[in-house]
């Protein structure tokens, strides 16, 4: 009886490191996920700038 019970309780701590592994690969995806919106965001406002820049001097270009 107390082996069967034993066997119950480890199988409960093996499926709770499961879900806390899963749980943890959730969240880290949602981070990366942010980060790289983030990252895109800063890049096209950056990029906008720039171009901004150069509409504004466009006239001293010269090819």
Known sequence: MED???REISKMEK?????KTMST????GIV????????GL????MMIISGAALL????????
């Not at 499926?15 to 879900?19: P, R």
């Not at 504004?56 to 090819?63: G, L, S, V």
């Open 32 to 39: 990366a996920g942010c980060v790289i919106i983030a990252a």
């Open 4 to 6: 069967q019970e034993d």
């Open 56 to 63: 504004k001097h466009k006239d001293k270009i010269t090819f």
């Open 15 to 19: 499926m709770e490191k499961v879900y």
């Open 25 to 28: 690969s959730g969240i880290m």
């Open 42 to 45: 800063a890049t096209g406002i």
